[in-house]
């Protein structure tokens, strides 16, 4: 993975860096020892986005709240948290 920096100020540093033929450019805000690690960030999220999509995230999100939702449902219906469990798998 390679990248060029385009410039640098105090708040962080503006790079370039091509993706699938594509350039694309970020703001990264990191510490010299964390920088490689966000460029690699950055790079795995616009590489990967099927990963790393809001939409995906929601969904997850959107998922768990199903789940415990209907864990507090059983509860109120009087279920044990061993019932509940059975539920589950």
Known sequence: MEYKIIEQN??????????NDK?????????ESEFNNA???FY?????????TQINL???????QAEQS?????????FTDA???AFRR
């Not at 350039?23 to 510490?31: C, D, G």
């Not at 209907?70 to 009087?78: D, E, Q, V, Y």
């Open 70 to 78: 209907a864990i507090n449902k059983l509860k109120a219906l009087g």
């Open 23 to 31: 350039p694309y450019r970020t703001f990264v805000v990191a510490s």
């Open 10 to 19: 105090q708040q962080g540093t503006l790079i370039e860096i091509i993706i």
């Open 44 to 52: 795995n999220t616009v590489a990967n986005p099927k990963d790393f």
């Open 39 to 41: 460029v690699e960030s």
């Open 83 to 85: 019932e509940v469990e």
């Open 58 to 64: 929601q969904a997850q999100l959107d998922k768990e």
